[in-house]
């Protein structure tokens, strides 16, 4: 008996782009976990997914610069692939309602073609910390002012050192007026590469160079996500649309 074929799917005749949020007790949801309540979310909402070819289907979806389980985000992105032409303000409204709060749909748009993922070059982040302002501003100082930070992180591939320092585009700390009593927070932009440096690299980097603990349950909250610009900031990726 000749092998059954698998059943080759339609190409996509629509792609669009989300940005969701990930927030409160939520941000504790890990990437595997997210995409299974995403993909049970676009069956409830009914949207009209493109699937993949092959002997199991499954609705194309492609995650681009999942942050890490434990950190709170509000520039989170996918790109769906449709099978029909849709409203994506339609899409937006359907998807927020169909995810439980704290995974919060943002934006949607249509994505004008190219890779989504190459647009997210960097990403800024606000830690919080349970360190007073002086100390922290002192230990950025000298950070900032090191050659290279090595920090070491178990990895897919075992235990990798790598430079903390060389992926940091900006380092301060917050204003101090109205903070917390022995709290304070940092603003950093981190550039992407392999291995990818997160925040938590940046606090190990911080102990390393100057002994600074960052206290109890630091708090780390993406706040962009997208191309870097010359002026050092991030920028918006879903603007870079038709």
């Known amino acids: 008996m000749p092998q059954q074929q698998p059943e080759q799917q339609a190409p996509p005749v629509q792609r669009l782009r989300v940005r969701y949020a990930k927030r409160g007790r939520l941000r504790f949801t890990s990437h595997r976990d997210f995409s299974r309540a995403f993909e049970r979310a676009v069956f409830r909402a009914r949207i009209p997914m493109a699937y993949s070819s092959g002997f199991n289907p499954h609705p194309r979806i492609s995650y681009a610069g999942a942050a890490p389980t434990g950190s709170a985000s509000e520039a989170e992105y996918l790109e769906l692939a449709l099978a029909e032409v849709v409203d994506p303000a339609e899409v937006h409204a359907v998807l927020d309602e169909a995810l439980p709060p704290g995974l919060d749909v943002l934006e949607v748009v249509a994505s004008p073609g190219g890779s989504l993922s190459d647009l997210l070059e960097g990403s800024r982040w606000r830690i919080e910390l349970g360190v007073d302002h002086d100390t922290l501003a002192d230990g950025v100082t000298r950070f900032l002012a090191a050659d290279e930070v090595l920090v070491e992180r178990m990895t ?9 320092r060389r992926a940091v585009v900006s380092l301060v700390v917050a204003p101090a007026d109205g903070a917390e ?27 390393a160079v100057v002994g600074l603990a960052p206290g109890p349950a630091p708090l780390m909250t993406r706040l962009a996500q997208g191309p870097l610009l010359d002026s050092g900031e991030v920028g918006d990726p879903l603007a870079h649309r038709a």
């Open 156 to 164: 897919k591939k075992g235990m990798r050192e790598f430079d903390a």
């Open 181 to 207: 009593q022995g709290r304070a927070s940092l603003d950093v932009v981190l550039r992407h590469g392999t291995p990818a440096v997160r925040p938590d690299d940046v606090l190990r980097g911080l102990e």
